[in-house]
């Protein structure tokens, strides 16, 4: 029997089963024990309408109200509006979700998700696209993580800051003082505790308390310090979501955009603190001095750093400094598992976000339902309990936990032995979240909802020109008060003044001695020297490009995968839904998707044809090779170049390289397709099509 059979005998057979189905879908227990009771039962499947997990089903499912890519399509695929600009795609792709949070998704999900593998066990919460506990680790990745945990929870916590400042400030008055009076009377009563849940359960259950009780206001517009009106640090306020108010192309651009300068401004003070970077101390320069012609070394860390202490004669290396290579080892290997923690705390942030503000296809009352029924238990035993029941019942807890380890050893020990893997049916995901989706795992559910339509989600689109430094329009949905008064109390030119822009505000600092570490100083002959070296790497960067058509021809397998890296200026790459410019083996052809046959299918070609008339439809096409969609079980980005050739190319070139993919199937072969423009519009395509249970490794 398939997977699909069994949820459907589980879930739709008849109106008493589909009740019983919604209750256990409300209680905060696991969906399956299978990892616990039956750990090394495999199911696997090969379509995505055989409904493996709730992803996939919800994917498949007559969703109410309908977008573009959820009404069915006949032909190949439909093509609503890949490489558009966003004017020409005016409707609705998904039901109940703007086609702006839609890309914001799918450019995030591209940026976070490099590598899966199918999982063939069960998977927690009934949602695949879990990470995995052996992800690798590479430094880009935990970059990837720390900017979006920026973007999720800095940014999260950074609105809790400034609603709080807003209430303590007193500039709202007849919001704060009927939060005051509601605090003081439950205090008289001794009801502080039943007054917390009750506005919890509140907030949780019914949404639109939220913006009664703390109404909408753009981040950068509130002084986290008075809790009234300032001037973003932007200028300008060309954004709502973001902390610094910057303007911004598309919705949530300028939140990403803040996230990597986030990333780039911390490591940029590690280096000029490794680096031991004294503006304060040093001496006056002029022209010809050493300051001036030498570049700033800031972009070099450790070589700067030892270089800072032999100038301080310092003896270096690890023949001197026994504690180098045991530091650096030590660091390096616990930064797997920590890349992996904020990985976990970013995923139950989202998750937690996607509970109270669910986003189609997933459910709207489940999940707000279950959260709501495990506070409310807190409620009614907050009547009763006493503060000296509550204090006595802490301390014994306090006390146990520290004396009571043979028991507690004892206990863990034959729980393991009797329920091995026990901890992982405990979970917040198998638990209180199950089933609520993180960003990623809805993104890939979207992304199968066009696929089991043939209706592929077109790619985010892009603009060449600069966001415009003018304010953005603020609708009573971003800025607005509570009752009769004005919003965060501040009069029309107040609001106004604020919004507009300043060319000085984004370049204005805490003082003299901050703006000499911020900024760097290259000097006019250092400024020549970077520039004469410049143009020295871009000639070495086009000789090596040269030298691997040479070394391709003579048969070098690496030279032939960096072919085409390199697009030339003004190339028309732009390719999908159906075929993607490619090249294998140094070949060039197209990577093409068929999904009208007995067996869908990934396959390559040479065809010079693809180019004019594309791939549908056609039976005179003799590929190099083929892959069942159904029997892909690995998908990884891979690079064009290494990192450091990227950099290079990226700094002397100023263009872009065209990465690659590799596809692997269930026994093992691996195809590497390079020189992809389309890279993460394939992988998109590939991850969704299908019926497996993917995880991100």
Not at 513 to 518: H, L, N, P, Q, V
């Amino acid at each position: 029997m398939s997977v699909g059979e069994d949820r459907k005998q589980d879930g739709s057979s008849s109106g008493e089963t589909y009740t019983v189905r919604s209750m256990l879908d409300v209680l905060p227990v696991p969906s399956t024990t299978q990892p616990v009771s039956e750990p090394e039962k495999q199911e696997t499947a090969n379509s995505i309408t055989e409904e493996p997990t709730l992803s996939h089903a919800l994917a498949t499912d007559d969703h109410e109200e309908k977008g573009l890519a959820q009404r069915k399509h006949h032909g190949e695929v439909a093509n609503l509006g890949w490489n558009e600009k966003k004017e020409e795609i005016s409707a609705s792709l998904v039901g109940g979700l703007d086609n702006e949070d839609l890309w914001l998704l799918i450019r995030r999900f591209n940026k976070q998700v490099y590598h899966v593998k199918e999982v063939p066990t069960a998977v927690p919460g009934d949602l695949d696209l879990n990470i995995a506990d052996e992800e690798e680790f590479s430094p880009d990745k935990l970059r990837a993580n720390i900017e979006r945990f920026y973007m999720t929870v800095v940014v999260g916590l950074l609105a809790v800051v400034k609603h709080i400042a807003r209430l303590r400030s007193w500039h709202e008055t007849r919001r704060t003082s009927c939060f005051c009076a509601a605090y003081f009377i439950a205090w008289v009563f001794d009801l502080i505790v039943p007054l917390l849940t009750v506005t919890v359960i509140t907030l949780v259950v019914y949404p639109p308390s939220r913006e009664i009780l703390f109404p909408p206001a753009p981040l950068a517009l509130v002084d986290s310090r008075t809790g009234g009106v300032q001037k973003p640090k932007a200028g300008v306020l060309g954004s709502t979501d973001s902390s610094t108010g910057a303007p911004q192309n598309f919705k949530g651009e300028a939140v990403e955009q803040e996230a990597s300068n986030f990333f780039n401004g911390f490591t940029s003070i590690v280096v000029t603190s490794a680096t031991g970077k004294n503006p304060q101390a040093s001496p006056p320069t002029d022209s010809g001095s050493p300051d001036d012609v030498i570049p700033d070394p800031t972009g070099v860390t450790v070589a700067a750093a030892e270089a800072k202490d032999v100038a301080a004669g310092n003896k270096t290396g690890p023949k001197h400094d026994k504690t180098k290579v045991p530091v650096e080892t030590a660091m390096w290997t616990k930064m797997r598992p920590i890349m992996h923690g904020i990985a976990d705390v970013s995923d139950t942030w989202e998750r937690f976000a996607n509970a109270l503000s669910p986003t189609p296809p997933f459910p709207k009352n489940i999940y707000r339902v279950r959260l709501a029924g495990l506070i409310a238990p807190l409620f009614l035993v907050s009547l009763f309990v006493t503060s000296y029941m509550f204090i006595k019942g802490v301390t014994f807890g306090v006390g146990f936990g520290f004396f009571g380890d043979p028991i507690i050893s004892r206990g863990l020990k034959w729980l393991n032995h009797r329920f091995p893997h026990w901890q992982k049916l405990l979970e917040l995901r198998n638990t209180i979240l199950k089933g609520v989706p993180t960003n990623a795992q809805l993104t890939l559910t979207l992304l199968r909802i066009g696929e089991a339509n043939k209706a592929p989600l077109p790619p985010p689109p892009t603009a060449d020109a600069p966001p415009p430094e003018k304010p953005t329009e603020v609708t009573d949905a971003e800025l607005r008060a509570t009752g009769a008064e004005p919003p965060l109390n501040a009069t029309e030119e107040e609001l106004r003044e604020a919004m507009e822009h300043d060319p000085h505000t984004a370049h204005e600092t805490g003082g003299a001695d901050i703006d000499a570490a911020k900024n760097s100083k290259h000097g006019k002959k250092g400024s020549k020297i970077l520039g004469l070296f410049k143009g020295t790497t871009k000639g070495a960067v086009k000789t090596a490009i040269g030298t691997d058509h040479a070394r391709a021809k003579v048969g070098s397998h690496h030279a032939r995968n960096r072919l085409g890296a390199i697009p030339r200026p003004g190339a028309a790459n732009l390719t999908g839904p159906i075929d993607f410019k490619a090249r294998y083996e140094g070949r060039k052809g197209h990577v093409y998707i068929t999904t009208k046959a007995t067996i869908p299918a990934i396959s390559f070609s040479t065809d010079e044809t693809i180019e004019k008339i594309g791939s549908a439809d056609r039976e005179d096409l003799h590929p190099l090779w083929t892959i069942a969609i159904g029997d892909i079980a690995e998908l990884r980005k891979v690079g064009g170049y290494g990192w450091k050739a990227k950099i290079v190319v990226g700094w002397s070139l100023g263009r872009e390289v065209a990465d690659g993919l590799e596809i692997t199937d269930r026994l093992g072969n691996t195809k590497r397709v390079m020189a992809l423009p389309m890279r993460d519009e394939l992988f998109n395509r590939l991850i969704a099509i299908g019926g497996q249970k993917w995880e991100a490794w």
